[in-house]
């Protein structure tokens, strides 16, 4: 048989966790079992996607464990393994007949997930050869939840990294940016005792006409709230600074937000979502892995002279 959708692969993925509740099973040994589920054949495990980067059965399965993850259903206790969760167990108990992106949207945290910009923009369907979209919106749309998936697997990572690294890594996203010039010249992380609630300074141009200083905060899960905000302003005023840029893994609340329209010194508010974009455009912490290249008729070509 052909290498079913990656929906399909959903409850059976989830099926072969629960039954292991208490191990933590390779993806390597997930789609070989997948494999052996639907009796695939070698032409059919080998199979390739267009892109010659992996196999379709690899990267479908991989899709059904990214989604299932999204959900709260699987976690990931380390890189390339999955564990089955408390509400995965309560899943397979309930017997679903099957598990597709609709069921999923039952739960807040995939909801939040699939909604993410782009995502939001396409249907949930039931089958990915029933879609109503034309090849070049399904390309499109594809291309934005491709993102929207990097984007949130990045701020992941990000979480997991030392206040150091955090903190350099700003820096070099601001460089990238066109702030100030070479790595060397235009920034530098403070990030020490003694600090005064500075993590890092970098000229607004190469001739250094104007200095930023940044505040990096690498939160989990709490939101920066107001008083995070004027410690910072208080930082910039002790400074003689007038702009500053304060980042952070997390988000702002609304009272922070509305404070930063008050001081003034101008203060640029950089939340998780938009850093883990801004890494993405400028090309840090990520890797290209292939490039489509979608071409028109070039009319002109054959406009024959009369």
């Known amino acids: 048989m052909a290498v079913p959708d990656y929906q399909t692969f959903m409850l059976p993925v989830l099926r072969y966790a629960a039954a292991r509740p208490d191990e933590v099973i390779p993806i390597k040994v997930l789609v070989d079992a997948m494999a052996q589920e639907f009796a695939l054949s070698e032409e059919d495990r080998n199979e390739m996607l267009p892109s010659g ?31 089955i969760t408390k509400r995965g167990s309560e899943t397979v108990a309930s017997k679903p007949e099957r598990i597709d992106v609709e069921f999923l949207r039952q ?7 699939h909604n993410t910009k782009g995502a939001k923009e396409s249907k949930s369907i039931q089958n990915e050869n029933e879609s109503s979209q034309t090849p070049q919106e399904q390309i499109e749309t594809g291309y934005r939840q491709l993102r929207a998936a990097l984007a949130s697997e ?11 690294f955090f903190e350099r890594l700003v820096v070099e996203l601001l460089v990238r940016m066109g702030y100030g010039g070479s790595l060397k010249d235009a920034g530098r992380a403070v990030g020490k005792s003694g600090d005064e609630g500075i993590d890092g ?13 940044i505040q990096a905060k690498r939160w989990k899960d709490t939101a920066v709230g107001r008083p995070a905000i004027q410690q910072f302003a208080g930082a910039l005023a002790g400074q003689g600074a007038h702009k500053g840029i304060f980042i952070t893994t997390s988000n702002f609340t609304e009272d922070a937000r509305a404070f930063t329209a008050k001081v003034n010194s101008k203060i ?33 070509y054959f406009a024959e002279e009369e």
């Open 201 to 213: 300074i970098i000229k607004e141009d190469k001739l250094g006409l104007d200095t930023i200083y």
């Open 268 to 300: 640029v508010l950089i939340d998780g979502e938009e850093l883990s974009e801004l890494m993405i455009d400028h090309g840090i912490g990520v890797a290209t892995t292939f490039i489509y290249e979608v071409k028109r008729i070039d009319s002109d």
């Open 154 to 164: 990045l701020l992941e990572k990000l979480k997991t990294t030392s206040p150091g």
């Open 107 to 113: 739960f807040p945290e995939f909801l939040e997930f």
């Open 53 to 83: 980067v992996s196999t379709t059965l690899g990267s479908r399965v991989g899709w059904a464990r990214t989604y299932l993850k999204k959900a709260g259903l699987l976690e990931a206790p380390r890189r390339g393994h999955i564990q």
